[in-house]
C-alpha cells in the first residue's frame, strides 16, 4: 500500500506562484531521498529538484533560486514551492521516492501527478 499523492497543481500566469505538496505512506519515508519529476507530452521525463534523506538539496538549473524543495518527516511530506513561473514550467509533476542500497537494486516510488500550467 505504497502511496505518494501530490496536490497543489493548477493554472497560473507567467510571474504567479504555486507550492506542490506530496503525501507519502507504505514505506518508511525518511530512508527515502525525494524528489520532484515533471514531463510533457513527447518529451522525456525532467529531474526538477531532489531533497535527499540528509536534507540536502539539488535543483535543475532553470529553476534555481526561484524554485524550493523541502521536507517534513514528522508529516511524511514534500513540497515544492514554485516562484516566478514561466511558461516552460507547464508539465505534469510527479513525486518520487527512491532509496539506494549498496548490496540491493534501488527502490523507485512514484505519484500519479498534478498538472501545472503557466500561461497568459
Known amino acids: 500500500q505504497v502511496q505518494l499523492v501530490e496536490s497543489g497543481g493548477g493554472s497560473v500566469q507567467p510571474g504567479g506562484s504555486l507550492r506542490l505538496s506530496c503525501a507519502a505512506s507504505?514505506?518508511?519515508?525518511?530512508?527515502?531521498?525525494m524528489s520532484w519529476y515533471r514531463q510533457v507530452p513527447g518529451k522525456e521525463r525532467e529531474l526538477v529538484a531532489t531533497?535527499?534523506?540528509?536534507?540536502?538539496?539539488n535543483y535543475k538549473d532553470a529553476v534555481m533560486g526561484r524554485f524550493t524543495i523541502s521536507r517534513d518527516n514528522d508529516k511524511n511530506t514534500v513540497d515544492l514551492q514554485m516562484n516566478s513561473l514561466k511558461p516552460e514550467a507547464t508539465a505534469l509533476y510527479f513525486c518520487?521516492?527512491?532509496?539506494?542500497?549498496?548490496?540491493?537494486?534501488?527502490?523507485?516510488?512514484w505519484g500519479q501527478g498534478t498538472q501545472v500550467t503557466v500561461s497568459s
Open positions: 531533497v535527499t534523506t540528509g536534507d540536502l538539496t
Open positions: 507504505g514505506f518508511t519515508f525518511s530512508l527515502f531521498s
Open positions: 518520487n521516492g527512491q532509496r539506494i542500497s549498496t548490496f540491493r537494486p534501488p527502490i523507485d516510488y
